[in-house]
């Protein structure tokens, strides 16, 4: 062991090496990749791993990094992640997992109380990972320990129990756990909310935040996202810590790609919001932030950031979550502070210790890896406040104190100490007191007082106000007792503590700014037309009107604020638009809803490009349907029918008298007009239900049924998924039910199964599939007669046992049951604002909120679908329905400010088991 001392540059704190370390077992300090402090029993104990070759070290802080014990990792078969050291409980005693290995397995080492050694390296039973672990994280819910963890080669995240003995058990995950793909996940962090235990997941792929809550079965549910739609401007995030200052929860996400740190606030229910970030500049040391480390000492909280630029920066975190640096320290010629890859710190009364890897020069080591202790002395920490809005005063302790000034005109004393105040919005006045003091000024269009600035002790950060770098963009101007400094609308009047005038030359620019704060204001954002892949998709939108197609996977689409539309399945491109055409042509023209085959014809011939839209409209007015509805019409006459299909009303004399004068002028023709009302944007709202039910997704769900019932009558057995999917969709484009059931007859399973049946086998079978009994001997009669005489084909017969009330009833439960068995495909969270919810053919869950003010359109809810109704206080399904009235064909539910309207849906649809509380 070498103990090496460095110089430190200081800002405000002095940060002191105390002590470097380079040698160790061959191996072990070779690319060392994570840290980990445990105060045990015989005290402080540093843990480092390096993956396969080298292992575990055991080092005593208290002793100038001394070797206590090592735990040698055996080599594994393929490439391994970067290791990782967590600290787990088996059956009560303490552990360290760790992960990384190519296997997937999880591997660990006991604390050895009676020698205060570690074990040998041994393997946890049961499940193993399907591959490298790139970031895990403990929660402990209801005395249940569980693991989260991201995988480099598969996707999701997954969940572990550790249970007697250590051994691991994976929980499978739904929706929630499925939203990312392999190697996408680099980082995650838990929070207690209220409670709650949330887990945090940055993704590199969409650089986004996810909240996910777990419950104490060990499942993840949907919270919220942020991503640069609010202000979230980062790339690649690699790093999550979380801290509480104030009562306030944060989570500190450092992103390599933006050199960046910002600062989100994390609230009930997991809502999160950009409170800052910080960009790496010249002042700083976390360019590429390659690792991020935070403490807490007493009420106060600290964050160690380091990158590329060699060395670290410490900084601090007021109550507004904004970020203020108070120190730095770049790398020497005997520090370990070159391209740091892990750090850990602890707290004591009056400071922290710091430890910190990187890499040494070969000349010192041939390992190329050194671990820096180093110290800080803060002095004992004080209050960690933000005050309420609407003004007031508030003085801080003898300590050191954390102040943040609420909306309004206030008054904050921060006495002794070295404390840190921020004004917030309004005229506030702000005293620093005996101490080293940071006075924090955001923009407000407000003229703040600083009553007491002391030259050359104290600092101003008035990077809030604006953007600067050099103190030629500020006005500063002396006055009797301090000066004023003023930028754009913002005006500080800074007053000496000893009354004496200042001038621009009494402050250096490191005294008058911090960090490069960016700026957070989210974007503008309109409306949002997103579909989804192939796999899990999280999509959502914000406050506009919104389209979100989840297309295939397992989907959660979240539609927030704004009149939105949210389909779980697809859009048929090559039908579905026209098809919505047709059916407003039908309903302007002719006052009615296309049948079957007329939809199909007139879609084909539009989509085909063989008619236009206009010429289609034509076709409809010289229809002999509408000649024999309307005869020989008048311009009025037409016009006014137009306008009572289509507007349900009669024409107002302004737009009667407009579109007469289109039509007497020969600018529009007829089909045109037609045309014009149909394709208008009143109508294509007022038909936007009853055009979604005509889709392909909804015609599709429509004929789950019929497939579902013919696998049974013909195969006796349920369907496979994917002929679930090719059948129904081969009906809703079109093909004749009695050609499917022709397909499945002449099968090769049907044919390998029962072989070349003559018709009573036939029929026979058919009766044991269908009604579980063999056939009577009027029945089987009857039906051989009707083969017999050529009144029915073998597909006919099918189709009528298939489509049979009594087949009907039999397997209604069946299909329920089957289609839950694959959980539920997509999640829709429609959120506050008009929503139309269109979920697709498999089980879907549609969520409502109470306090959320909406009115939700569920299009096509099927008896194997679930509603989620959260924070209505219900205690049984029946309260649900206790708020629900049949409207015509269609329910709905209204409560709390909320409207669900099922269109087509009979209450008895509306089962226990559908609803979730």
Known sequence: MESLSGKAETIMVEITPVVTKIDGPDGFMASISDLLLVQEADGLKLYTISNAGGGIQQLLPESGLTLKDSAYLFETEGLDAAGTLTEISIDGSPA?????????????????????????????????????????????IEGRQFLVGSLSQDPGLHVWEIGSGGRILEIAQGNAGALWQSNDVQALDAVEINGQAYLLAASVDDNSLTSLALGADGQLELAGRIDMR?????????????????????????????????????GPGGVMSVADQVNDDLTTRFQGVTTLDTV???????????????????????????????????????????????????????????????????????????????????????????????????????A?????????????????????????????????????????????????????????????????????????????????????????????????????????????????????H??????????????GTQQADFIDGRGGDDTLVGNDGADILQGLGGDDLLNGGRIDR??????AQIYRVYQATLDRAPDTKGLAYWTDVLGSGALSLQQVADGFI?????????QDTDDTEFLTLLYQNVLDRDPDSGGLSWWLDQLESGLKSREEVVVGFSESAEFRDATAIDTLGLSRVSAQTDFTDDVFRLYQATL????????????????????????????????????????????????????????????????????????????????????????????????????????????FEDVLDGGEGYNLLQGGIMADQFVFRAGEDGYHVIIDLEPWDQLSFEGFNYNSAADVRAHITEQGDDLLFSDLGMTIEFVDVDLSVISDAMVDL
Request: charged share 20%; aromatic share 8%; no cysteine.
């Open 296 to 398: 807490e000492m007493g009420a106060h909280s600290y964050v160690l950031a380091g990158g590329s630029d060699d060395g670290v920066s410490l900084l601090t975190i007021l109550p507004s979550g904004r970020l203020v640096q108070i120190g730095t320290i770049a790398d020497g010629l005997e520090t370990a502070l070159a391209d740091p890859r892990a750090a850990e710190m602890i707290a004591d009364a009056t400071g922290l210790d710091i430890f910190v890897v990187g890499d040494v020069p070969a000349e010192l080591s041939d390992q190329g890896t050194g671990i820096t202790q180093l110290r800080v002395e803060l002095g004992p920490a004080g209050l960690a406040l933000r005050m309420a809005d609407g003004g007031g005063q508030v003085t801080g302790t003898a």
């Open 400 to 516: 050191n104190d954390l102040i943040s000034g609420g909306a309004g005109n206030d008054r904050i004393t921060g006495a002794a100490g070295s404390d840190i105040l921020q004004d917030g919005a309004g005229a506030d006045s702000l005293w620093g007191g005996e101490g080293a003091d940071i006075f924090v000024l955001d923009a407000d269009g407000q003229t703040d007082w600083i009553m007491d600035y002391e030259p050359g002790t104290d600092r101003l950060d008035l990077s809030g106000m604006a953007w600067f770098y050099t103190k030629d963009a500020l006005d500063i101007t002396s006055t009797a007792n301090g000066a004023e400094i003023s930028v754009g609308n913002e005006r500080v009047f800074v007053q000496t503590a000893d009354g004496r005038s200042l001038s621009a030359d009494d402050f250096e620019i490191g005294e008058l700014r911090d960090m490069w």
């Open 96 to 140: 360290l997992l760790i992960t990384g290995a190519s296997s997937g397995v999880f591997r660990a080492v006991s604390p050895q109380p009676a020698t205060g050694k570690i074990s040998d390296v041994f393997t946890l039973p049961g499940d193993v990972a399907p591959g490298p672990v790139l970031s895990i994280e403990t929660l402990t």
């Open 230 to 266: 609010d202000g979230l401007y980062i790339n690649t995030p690699n790093s999550i810590e979380t801290v509480n200052v104030g009562g306030q929860n944060f989570a500190l996400l450092g992103a390599a790609g933006s050199s960046s740190i910002s600062v989100v606030e994390i």
């Open 518 to 531: 960016s700026t957070i204001t989210p974007p503008e954002i309109g409306d949002i037309h997103t579909e």
């Open 716 to 823: 006796g057995r349920e369907p496979n998924l994917g002929g679930m999917v090719y059948w129904s969709e081969m009906q809703a484009e079109g093909m004749d039910f009695l050609d499917m059931v022709s397909g499945f007859v002449n099968s090769p399973e049907f044919l390998g199964t029962y072989g070349d049946l003559d018709d009573e086998g036939f029929i026979s079978l058919l009766y044991q599939n269908v009604l579980g009994r063999a056939p009577d001997s009027g029945g089987l009669t009857w039906w051989l007669d009707q083969l017999d005489s050529g009144a029915y084909t073998r597909e006919r017969v099918v189709a009528s046992f298939a489509q049979s009330p009594e087949m009907i009833t039999q397997t209604a439960q069946t299909q329920i049951d089957w289609f839950r068995s694959f959980d």
């Open 574 to 579: 090559s039908y579905d638009p026209f098809a």
């Open 622 to 630: 010289n229809s002999p349907e509408f000649q024999t509805l309307y």
